[in-house]
């Protein structure tokens, strides 16, 4: 069988999509991504509570790293595929919290969007990924 999976016979390819190489790869790699992207959030932890702050995150010292680690975990949780409704879930949660407060471009000065809309349309790019692995985990 080659890299892309062919449908066998009485199975369609969309009751076995979670198994296919390509999509273990896609898995992989967005799961790996939200992971190693958050853990960056821990390198310069002072700055990154600043930043929620000044974005209107209540208790940033708190909820900063909280969100930052339950990206890692539901990343992790997506590249292993384990819990996969649990993580994927979680994951789509907090990319819409974190982009909806923190990228919020369209309230910026129009000088100031540019960042914020990069910022805003990586994380609907990784919510549309995200989205694609928590229908496949509701249907296994």
């Given at each position: ?74 990343g ?17 949660g ?35 990924g ?11």
């Open positions: 069988m080659g890299f892309f999976a062919v449908e066998r016979e009485g199975e369609s390819m969309a009751s076995s999509d979670s198994g296919s190489r390509p999509s273990r790869l896609g898995r992989i790699a967005l799961g790996l991504g939200l992971a190693l992207q958050a853990s960056e959030d821990f390198r310069d932890l002072d700055d990154h509570v600043e930043y929620a702050k000044s974005g209107g995150v209540p208790v940033p010292e708190i909820l900063a790293p909280l969100g930052s680690a339950t990206m890692i975990a539901a992790l949780g997506i590249a292993l595929w384990r819990l996969p409704r649990l993580s994927t879930a979680a994951a789509a907090a990319l819409s919290a974190i982009t909806l407060t923190m990228h919020d471009f369209w309230t910026k000065d129009p000088d100031d969007r540019s960042g914020d809309r990069l910022a805003f349309f990586g994380n609907l790019t990784m919510f549309g995200v989205l694609v692995f928590l229908r496949e985990a509701y249907r296994e």
